[in-house]
């Protein structure tokens, strides 16, 4: 039993333990790990968790307001090809990759013999997105590059896997996907980079450019081309390796680039330039620029004309790390408001004791819950299918149902994270709006997270192909009719009538999108999607309400029976007529984590608060 968190002791959202504080992520974990591997992993996170509270949120703040810079010349006018960063971002960058964040999951971590699943690489990035969600782009694409080369790589490319997955920072290499150009954007079957054998240096070479390529300088990135003679589209594309050094010389690591740092000019590196670097909104930590390649030396990964498939296989990676980076901003905005709220005065009271605070405040934990429990399911069903594939095993059900929930983590978390940084800043007042706090650069790198990775409307359509090519409704229907069978709690069983007439609808609703032509389906898409998003999530979230209780709190039926209320239950009269007062009677649970005694939780009564013992 707890009596949850005194916000009103902290004076803003950091010098703080950000695992610690967030029970949220803590419950998501403990769930979706092994007993084992979450008690080996606790620690570690908690480390993480402090570091990314004490030193990284501080240091991302510096590093916003003194980005990398392009250096096109040294000082006695020659050329050169650099990016220049402030010492405080590698000094993040050191905490981040030392906490094994890619490392732990592609080698068995020490006193481990296994790795650890895809998940724990994730609930790290959520951490680091406390902090600083700039970072944990080049992060979130290191892993992805390591999972291309474990799954497709015949073995050519160890050395750079083995850089790729380093636990020592000096001897790691980034990684980074270059994909989009000007003239296709989405469209990736529009690549005009082509990709031409050189036989005398034993090696590919890439002519064409890259328009918006986020880390830039990194040591190793995939990039996708067209080989001679190689059909039009998707299925003509090859995937590339393209070293930031010249391969002859061996592999680039980051202790390398350093002994090489006081050189005027770049020799040694690999024929590209960067043009320039993007002036943008947010996340100014990670520079993104645009590339030129011009006989560039690189290695084909795989096989050619497979590079689209190839990139499947990271995009998956990657946009539920764009999903985990937006539960963790939603985390730091939330808990910046809660410690506003509590120690803000306004009219004699501190501001979170009004009704309409209190309703805000209880609305965004409970999109904060939801968010985080999608994502961090769609990660479980992601680690099993990994894990099934280094096995040479399969785990079907899970692929095809993470095929059909990744795309909706990241179109539905991206956009969350916008509206819950957009009135994070409004709690804030004024403040919110001034560049010293640290909404504004909240909601500046929250507003990338709907568009990396592909847009709502691209991944929408994505949704579609899960239902048509992977036939994904089967599984997604047996477990969310799973969840909702295992629901026998009487304070829930409205709410768990409510999503199963939505989850009814929902089949019918998928039964027309496969009848109807296409022009309609893609009509109907980001609705679906959205629809898919609500229906699973209150499972989900009532599902583990279920046990929860079992153990003797209530404080999650509460949380569920919110979202099942707000997203699935038509309201009369918008809801003014029918006297609800849960805001303002829940706000401790909700929002302070307090302990809700099973017994109290029933339709009609309040709940008890260990507070109120």
Not at 85 to 113: C, I, K
Not at 261 to 274: E, H, I, P
Request: charged letters at 30%; proline letters at 4%.
């Amino acid at each position: 039993m707890t009596d949850g968190y005194d916000y009103s002791e902290y004076d803003r959202g950091r010098g703080v333990n950000y695992w610690q504080l967030d029970r949220t992520l803590r419950r998501e974990l403990a769930r979706v790990y092994e007993d084992n591997e979450f008690e080996w992993a606790e620690p570690r996170l908690s480390g993480f968790g402090a570091a990314s509270g004490h030193v990284i949120a501080d240091t991302a703040d510096y590093v916003d307001n003194h980005g990398p810079e392009l250096r096109t010349h040294d000082r006695y006018g020659s050329l050169c090809n650099r990016v220049e960063y402030v010492t405080e971002q590698f000094e993040n960058e050191r905490l981040a990759y030392g906490s094994g964040v890619v490392a732990d999951v592609f080698r068995a971590p020490p006193g481990r013999s296994d790795p650890m699943p895809m998940s724990h690489n994730l609930g790290l990035l959520y951490l680091l997105s406390y902090s600083d969600p700039g970072l944990a782009c080049p992060v979130a694409m290191t892993g992805g590059a390591a999972l291309v080369l474990e799954r497709f790589d015949d073995g050519e490319l160890d050395e750079y896997f083995a850089a790729l997955t380093s636990r020592e920072y000096d001897e790691l290499i980034e990684g980074a996907m270059f994909l989009t150009e000007e003239q296709g954007g989405s469209d990736v079957g529009a690549t005009e980079t082509t990709a031409t054998y050189d036989d005398r240096a034993d090696c590919w070479r890439l002519t064409g450019e890259k328009w918006f390529c986020s880390n830039i300088d990194a040591e190793g990135t995939l990039a996708l081309a067209r080989t001679e003679d190689a059909p039009e589209g998707t299925a003509g594309l090859s995937m590339f390796l393209v070293p930031h050094g010249d391969p002859d010389e061996g592999v680039l690591t980051k202790e390398r680039r350093a002994e090489r740092s006081d050189a005027t000019v770049d020799d040694g590196l690999n024929d590209q330039r960067y043009r320039r670097l993007k002036d943008k909104l947010g996340t100014i930590s990670v520079p993104t620029g645009e590339v030129e390649f011009e006989d560039t030396k690189a290695y084909l990964v795989g096989e050619a004309e497979n590079g689209f498939k190839q990139m499947v296989q990271m995009l998956n990676l990657e946009r539920l790390s764009n999903a985990a980076a937006a539960c963790g901003i939603m985390g730091r905005v939330l808990l910046e408001s809660k410690v506003k709220a509590a120690n803000r005065e306004a009219f004699g009271e501190t501001i979170d004791q009004y009704p309409l605070m209190r309703e805000d405040l209880v609305d965004m934990a409970v999109d904060h819950e939801a968010a985080t429990a999608f994502t961090f399911e769609t990660a479980r069903l992601f680690s099993e299918h990994v894990a099934a594939e280094r096995a040479g095993e399969s785990a079907d059900d899970a692929y095809r149902l993470m095929r059909l929930l990744t795309p909706i983590a990241k179109l539905r978390t991206g956009r969350m994270a916008v509206d819950t940084a957009s009135y994070g800043m409004e709690i804030q007042g004024g403040n919110g709006y001034v560049n010293e706090f640290v909404t504004h650069r909240l909601l500046r790198d929250a507003q990338v997270l709907p568009i990396w990775e592909g847009t709502e409307n691209i991944l929408s359509l994505d949704v579609l192909r899960a239902l048509d090519r992977e036939d994904a409704l089967d599984p997604f229907a047996v477990a969310v009719q799973e969840r909702l069978d295992s629901v026998t709690h009487p304070a829930l069983a409205e709410a768990v009538e409510a999503v199963t007439d939505e989850f009814h609808d929902l089949t019918a609703a998928a039964a027309t999108l496969a009848t109807e032509d296409a022009e309609y389906a893609e009509l109907s898409a980001k609705r679906f999607a959205h629809y898919v998003f609500d229906v699973f999530t209150a499972s989900l979230l009532l599902a583990e309400a279920q046990n929860e209780i079992e153990s003797g709190d209530g404080r999650l039926a509460l949380v569920a029976r919110r979202f099942v209320d707000r997203k699935l239950t038509p309201r009369e009269a918008r809801g003014i007529t029918n006297g609800d007062r849960f805001a303002v009677e829940q706000f401790e649970p909700i929002v302070r984590f307090e302990t809700v005694d099973p017994t109290d939780i029933g339709p009609g009564t309040e709940p008890q608060t260990a507070a109120d013992d």
